[in-house]
Nanobody, 123 residues
Framework: QDQMVESGGGSVQTGGSLTLSCRYT?????VAWFRQPPGKEREGVAG??????TYYADSVKGRFTMSQAKAPVAYLQMNSLKPEDTAMYYCAAALSGAESACRELLPTRYGDWGQGTQVTVSS
């Protein structure tokens, strides 16, 4: 097992930026970022497929950028943050069907979840 370890969260004001890190020890075909806002279900944010493609949720396109996932670290650069971005952020690796898993960003298709890092955006 190769559990992911997230870091880099914090508190910022609207319009601010943060860079999250996801550390792991071996390369994966698809590594993705997810978030879980308070009282809501976990949702996909961005996924990096090893062949070079990166997929984003519509809500973060143009604001978030995920680096190509290559061990030992994958980054999520978050700009123009909004209060609705407030959530616990997690990274995970696809269990199978890496390219479709990266494209669909469904949490049920991922494993080796980290403990998460909290992002809070105040207005």
């Amino acid at each position: 097992q190769d559990q992911m370890v997230e870091s880099g969260g914090g508190s910022v004001q609207t319009g601010g930026s943060l860079t999250l890190s996801c550390r792991y020890t071996r390369d994966r075909a698809c590594v993705a970022w997810f978030r879980q806002p308070p009282g809501k279900e976990r949702e996909g944010v961005a996924g990096s497929y090893f062949a070079g493609r990166t997929y984003y949720a519509d809500s973060v396109k143009g604001r978030f950028t995920m680096s190509q996932a290559k061990a030992p670290v994958a980054y999520l650069q978050m700009n123009s943050l909004k209060p609705e971005d407030t959530a616990m952020y997690y990274c995970a690796a696809a269990l199978s069907g890496a390219e479709s898993a990266c494209r669909e960003l469904l949490p049920t298709r991922y494993g080796d979840w980290g403990q998460g890092t909290q992002v809070t955006v105040s207005s």
